[in-house]
């Protein structure tokens, strides 16, 4: 059969998109299964084409970065926040806050004639207020409200009464997890949040937490509506509040269909500035190479995460009509020791296995200069992260890693989320470079593909029987407690955030004095102890620091994305294309 391709690759030159056809093996005509957007809002909107692993539009309950990040932050506000990617928060529905002292009570201070979004499925009859930020907040720690809060007086003439309150936060709504809030154990910071008026709410802590502001600001930390919630739960439809969102952000819902896109319109009674593009579709393409495809298709005016292997391609090109931009990133990849296993509490053995691995191997063979080998804990865009810290001790060293490991004739077992992420887009050929570097240290390795249900399930059973696991974290702040306390902390020790199962009392202490002190230079001080105990005693390898690309068409003006990924669409402008 003739080659179809032949007359294409004799051509002298190339189109950038022939090429990338060429380099996935794909044909033109698999762009003829993309979902179709209505013509009005190609024309007079933007386009972003974004991973599909999953979508809620809860971020409350979301562990998926497209969830949060992307949807969500348009349609919500939060108290706070992060200001210019440092450890400074700026109001955001609060106007501002005091702290007490003794450092144990949080009063803030919210604005005023802020308007929920009116919807299909809401119509809203009084405006933002402390009512919403208890019920909110509240909702994550599951607790039933002192009989004389506003809330209990409105659900006391809907026919609730205090003791039941606990139906509105977790019970009535479908059983759901609050992954972030559980990770940081907020319910063990926070003794209680009340309303003392109308606009001044009332955070008591049980000790000093200077990272609770970081906290508030982040994505997780939405404001609700908490008459809609009250409507709801009268109607026995609580769950509906993760399906049909009601906000106070830039844009509201308009459509969503699954596996295909979310579309958003700019809400005209937005209390900010208002939205500069009418118009944006979430387009939830499946895969790197599909939305590659639609972005030189013109079915998109940004795509995120690109393949890195096409990432020369793109930059030869660059001038035509797009540009890539760069953001560092509060991420990090890493090989976890599971302490559950007798073998990996051995300090020799895993500082072997870590001499075993060619780091440096993995970032050049899976990033292409997107990355750099992570020899911190904390990441360099952190307002913690030293750079003169002492640096990691247990690189690349193969004769000394085969001496130790070799005698000892181990079978490992590696499990693997076969999920790609900004911190690891390709977590398949990592696990297997891993293996290879093993292997030529004598040690045998099996490689196990899991999916994260799999993976809760397992935890969840006490039966993950892995003394590896491949993983890494991705950051929502610039607060050191958000990267290390949820993945090695005591209090997560057995939560699916801290995969190591790792307890350490020295490691524990510092991460608490952090918290104690309201001075950035002390808290950073601490933070780096605490991350030389973990490089010294080693339960995870540190792997790499990853970079996020987005690309972007010219015409697209104002993007300015966040370490942690959020992406404000309505500080976005589209230049009028000359006809």
């Known amino acids: 059969m003739r080659n179809s391709f032949l007359p294409f690759l004799m051509s002298k030159r190339l189109s950038l998109r022939g090429l990338l056809l060429i380099a996935l093996g794909i044909s033109s005509l698999s762009l003829q299964a993309a979902p179709r957007i209505p013509a009005e809002v190609l024309n007079n909107g933007l386009v972003y084409c974004a991973s599909n692993t999953g979508l809620s539009f809860n971020p409350q309950s979301a562990e998926d970065g497209t969830s949060m990040n992307i949807v969500t932050a348009q349609i919500y506000n939060r108290l706070f926040a992060i200001k210019k990617n440092s450890d400074k928060v700026m109001p955001e529905l609060a106007t501002g806050y005091s702290m007490s002292a003794d450092g144990k009570t949080l009063l803030i201070y919210l604005r005023h004639h802020v308007k929920f979004q009116q919807t299909p499925w809401f119509t809203p009859t009084r405006n933002f207020n402390a009512d919403d930020v208890v019920f909110s907040l509240n909702r994550m720690l599951g607790r039933t409200l002192d009989s004389a809060h506003p809330t209990s007086k409105i659900l006391r003439k809907l026919g609730y009464y205090p003791g039941l309150q606990i139906n509105i936060y977790h019970q009535q709504a479908k059983k759901i997890r609050f992954p972030y809030f559980q ?162 509490q051995d300090e020799r053995i895993r500082r072997a296995i870590s001499q075993a691995i060619n780091r440096k191997r993995i970032v050049n063979a899976l990033y292409y200069g997107n990355a750099s080998v992570a020899n911190h804990l904390i990441p360099n865009t952190s307002w913690a992260f030293q750079p003169d810290v002492h640096p990691f001790d247990y690189g690349y060293d193969p004769v000394q890693a085969r001496k130790i490991l070799a005698p000892l004739h181990l079978t490992l077992n590696l499990w693997v989320i076969n999920e790609e992420h900004v ?95 309201n001075k950035t230079a002390q808290r950073a001080t601490f933070y780096n102890q605490a991350q030389d105990i973990v490089l010294n005693k080693l339960p995870i390898i540190p792997i790499a620091n990853v970079k996020r690309i987005l690309v972007v068409k010219d015409r697209v003006r104002g993007l300015n994305s966040m370490s942690y990924g959020n992406i404000q669409f309505s500080a976005l402008a589209l230049k009028t294309e000359a006809k």
């Open 183 to 344: 990770s940081i154990k907020l319910n063990e910071k926070i003794q209680s949040i009340d309303a003392i008026g109308k606009y001044t709410v009332r955070i008591r802590l049980y000790t000093p937490d200077y990272s609770i502001l970081s906290h508030l600001a982040s994505q997780y930390a939405i404001i609700f509506s908490q008459e809609y919630a009250t409507q709801l739960d009268a109607d026995d439809n609580l769950s509906n509040l993760d399906i049909f969102p009601v906000g106070t952000g830039p844009y509201q819902l308009n459509s969503f269909f699954r596996n295909q896109y979310v579309r958003l319109v700019r809400n005209k009674h937005y209390w900010g500035k208002k939205a500069k593009i009418k118009n944006v579709v979430i387009d939830l393409s499946n895969n790197q190479s599909g939305r590659m495809l639609k972005f030189l298709n013109n079915e998109c005016q940004i795509a995120a995460t690109p393949e890195l292997s096409q990432l020369e391609i793109l930059e030869q090109s660059r001038g035509r009509n797009y540009y890539l931009h760069e953001a560092e990133s509060m991420n990090l990849a890493y090989l976890a020791f599971n302490f559950h296993k007798d073998l990996m």
């Open 423 to 517: 911190y690891n887009p390709s977590p398949i050929s990592m696990a297997e470079i891993i293996q290879y570097d093993l292997n030529k240290a004598g040690v045998n390795v099996k490689i196990r593909y899991i999916t994260r249900p799999f993976l809760n399930q397992h935890l969840e059973d006490d039966t993950a029987d892995y003394d590896l696991i491949l993983t890494g974290w991705l950051s929502n702040n610039l607060d050191p407690d958000n990267f290390m306390h949820p993945i090695l902390s005591c209090s997560t020790q057995n939560d699916v955030t801290n995969l190591s199962h790792w307890c350490n009392a020295d490691f524990e202490y510092k991460l608490k004095q952090a918290l104690l002190s």
